[in-house]
């Protein structure tokens, strides 16, 4: 998709969403009805409430989250395995000596003099 195509398509579902809103928005709440007790003195039953399913504004606005999680998980992963290599480095070169010998080569065959 285009950068024109994506702009006008961001446009289109951002009044989309805005129109949606204004709709729930502008429309005044329902009252119940008010009935008076009965003759045995007992409250009406009251009927259940549904829970109203959800609305696109609010399923567009939860995808990017679940991409920003999903992003912050694999940085933490990356992040982890990093440390994890640099540990094992340190521990190798404590040993061995491995990265002083490997910074002497790489000075050798770039010809860098200190």
């Not at 195509?5 to 129109?19: N, W």
């Not at 003195?41 to 009251?46: A, K, L, S």
């Not at 259940?48 to 606005?61: E, F, G, R």
């Not at 933490?76 to 404590?94: G, N, S």
Request: glycine share 2%; aromatic share 4%.
């Amino acid at each position: 998709m285009s950068k024109k195509d994506k702009s006008k398509f961001r446009k289109r579902i951002k009044t989309q969403i805005l129109k949606e809103m204004a709709e729930i928005q502008g429309k005044p709440p329902v009252a119940p009805p008010v009935s008076s007790p009965t003759a045995t003195g007992t409250p009406p039953p009251i009927p259940p409430q549904k829970k109203a399913a959800p609305t696109q504004a609010s399923v567009l606005t939860a995808e990017p989250l679940n991409y920003i999680k999903k992003d912050l998980k694999k940085s933490a992963v990356i992040i982890a395995l990093l440390i994890i290599v640099l540990v094992a480095l340190v521990i190798a070169d404590t040993k061995y000596d491995i990265l002083l010998k490997l910074g002497n080569q790489i000075f050798r065959i770039l010809h860098l003099n200190v």
